[in-house]
């Protein structure tokens, strides 16, 4: 579950950009559309707390992440937050598998392998378990991505531009994971993207201007 | 870490560093060892004219060449045993060698000035007897029983060989004593002049005098009617014969006319003391300077490496931003990021600096194998100093101060800036 209430955010305390205040159940998706400029990764930033909010709140499963600091939001942010970014990011000295594992014991988490295994398979790349990420198709990376998003079953899943660099095949093949996963975990799921191809996908969307 | 080699290149750069500190400091503790065991308590080396420090060198480390020779005459006062001021005078006679370990003629007094003791076999006592040292039978693979003969100077040179009758035979081996004594050959001052009788055409650097008191024929080798068996042997009834050296230790150290010996025969006579401690002080003196310029360098190259631990770690941010705010993302907390950067600053260093003590102990070993073929001192590379932990925990401490200012930079990683690009 995730809310907002008067959030809005400068980056030299002169022009202010506002958002809209949001209201997401569980088991929800929601798309976030905008052209390029209207503010929409510093959005999903702040509603990640990868930001430090200026004015507002940011609510998730009713904890206000904007009252956490330093360990403490981190710490719940890894147990509480999946995040896809636009550049699938890793570390590239250790195996999948072992990125996988780095995300559960950062947030705090139990090693689990069968859910590791469980999500990498649900994603169709289990025998890319010990692979270095390096290796990896970008299509593998993006699963990879998504795996460590959803790894420790968080309460929201935030996707930044998912879909922009793919064709519409590869667009649909991802859509149809994150809604999967999202579902499994009944997260919800928040796609901030200029892609207009996903409005057909998802029918809840808000529109920054 | 996915771009190791600058993090190693730097990591060697220390350990070389370090291991060059080490090896001097290696090197200067085994000397410093060697160079006091072999003081052996004497305090005065009576010799030929010449450079004092040359005398010390030859006469108690046997390196370099004698000065010259003195005559039994010049010689005889201090080799008196009822002497009031002396307690022991050894009487040295060198310059020929076998296999290039030096024989010496002397009697057995020597012993008590390196606590030599007999190993195997017995002492020397005829002419032409030897006892060893117990790294020249070692080395040589010698043993009681062996003969052998010897050469002139200090080299090994056919040409140089004496011929005499069967050579000398191998009666005793020493026991280890850590010293000098170790590597010489020793036998009676007088075998040492009966091998030179034979010699026809001579080097320039033996200056022994026809001796006419002396009754053995000169001119027919073949002509062996030596009497072996003179146990009698007292050096000063030969006073026109040479020898090399007295090394002398007082009854009294500080008894002011025992200080003033050495003055006086440097001004009264033809002969030359010297004071084994002033000499070897004026050898460190001089090689002290070569040393510390070597340690100021190698602490250069030491603080240099250290510093390029700090630009490694440094630069290698850059190439991880994305990671360490990835791991922000995940759920790190900026602190541990720094004592991940901290760490790794720790395991360069430690690691750099035990390189460098495996390189400095190698070192020192392949020196030790040279020293051991050039000088015949036993010098080795499996001798620990206690300052060794001391640059392990220096290292450290070097390691996480090079790290500090990237450990920094880690923990105020930008999420936000970092992540959306």
Not at chain 2, 149 to 158: N, P, R, V
Not at chain 2, 263 to 289: D, H, K, W
Not at chain 2, 339 to 350: S, T, W
Request: include cysteine.
């Amino acid at each position: 579950m995730l809310q907002t209430e008067n959030l809005s955010y400068s980056y030299d305390n002169s022009e202010w950009i506002k958002f809209p205040d949001i209201h997401f159940a569980a088991d929800t998706s929601h798309l976030i559309l905008g052209q390029s400029g209207t503010g929409k990764t510093t959005f999903l930033h702040l509603i990640g707390g990868l930001l430090e909010s200026k004015k507002g709140k940011v609510i998730v499963n009713g904890t206000d992440i904007t009252s956490l600091k330093g360990q403490t939001l981190d710490k719940f942010r890894g147990d509480n937050i999946g995040i896809i970014f636009q550049q699938a990011h890793f570390i590239n000295a250790i195996s999948v598998e072992e990125n996988l594992i780095l995300a559960q014991r950062l947030a705090g988490k139990p090693v689990k392998q069968e859910d590791i295994r469980n999500i990498l398979s649900i994603l169709n790349i289990e025998h890319k378990a010990n692979a270095n990420p390096k290796q990896l198709s970008q299509g593998e990376k993006q699963r990879v991505v998504i795996a460590r998003a959803l790894i420790n079953k968080p309460a929201v899943i935030l996707a930044d531009e998912p879909t922009s660099a793919l064709d519409d095949h590869n667009c649909a093949e991802v859509v149809k994971l994150l809604e999967q996963t999202a579902k499994e975990v009944k997260a919800t799921l928040v796609i901030v993207t200029h892609d207009n191809r996903l409005m057909d996908y998802f029918p809840n969307q808000i529109r920054l201007s | 870490m996915s771009k190791p080699l600058n993090l190693l290149l730097s990591m060697v750069l220390f350990g070389l560093g370090i291991g060059l500190i080490n090896f001097l400091l290696l090197l200067n503790h085994q000397l410093k060892n060697q160079f006091d065991k072999n003081l052996a308590g004497i305090d005065v080396v009576i010799g030929a004219k010449g450079s004092p420090l040359q005398m010390i060198l030859c006469n108690m480390y046997h390196i370099d060449n004698p000065t010259g020779n003195i005559s039994v005459k010049e010689a005889a006062p201090f080799l008196n045993p009822k002497h009031p001021l002396i307690e022991k005078a050894v009487p040295l006679s060198l310059g020929d060698s076998h296999r290039s370990y030096r024989i010496v003629g002397t009697d057995h007094s020597i012993l008590e000035l390196y606590g030599g003791q007999i190993g195997t076999g017995k002492l020397w006592v005829q002419h032409f007897e030897v006892t060893l040292g117990k790294v020249v039978a070692d080395e040589l693979g010698l043993q009681i029983g062996d003969r052998f003969q010897s050469s002139h100077g200090f080299q090994e040179a056919d040409d140089l060989l004496h011929e005499h009758g069967d050579g000398f035979l191998i009666v005793g081996i020493l026991k280890p004593t850590g010293s000098v004594l170790d590597q010489l050959i020793l036998t009676t001052t007088k075998s040492i002049w009966d091998v030179h009788d034979h010699e026809e055409g001579d080097g320039e650097e033996h200056d022994h005098e026809s001796h006419n008191d002396h009754d053995h024929a000169h001119d027919d080798h073949a002509h062996h009617d030596h009497e072996h068996d003179e146990t009698g042997f007292n050096l000063v009834d030969y006073p026109d014969e040479q020898i090399t050296s007295i090394l002398i230790k007082f009854r009294n150290r500080t008894n002011f006319q025992s200080l003033s010996m050495p003055r006086n025969i440097n001004q009264n006579t033809g002969m030359q003391a010297a004071s084994p401690p002033i000499e070897i002080n004026r050898l460190y003196s001089m090689i002290g300077v070569g040393v510390d310029a070597l340690r100021n360098i190698a602490l250069i190259i030491a603080l240099v490496s250290a510093f390029s631990i700090f630009i490694s770690l440094f630069s290698s941010l850059k190439d991880r931003q994305y990671e360490l705010a990835l791991m922000r993302v995940m759920g790190a907390g900026q602190g541990k990021l720094f004592l991940l950067i901290i760490l790794e600053g720790i395991i360069l260093a430690l690691v750099g600096c035990l390189l460098g003590l495996l390189i400095s102990h190698i070192g020192m070993e392949v020196l030790a194998q040279y020293a051991k073929a050039s000088y015949r001192y036993s010098f080795t590379g499996w001798l620990f100093l206690k300052e060794e932990l001391g640059m392990i925990i220096i290292s450290i401490v070097i390691g996480i101060i090079a790290a500090l200012i990237p450990a920094w930079r880690a923990y105020r990683t930008d999420i936000h800036e970092t992540l959306a690009m």
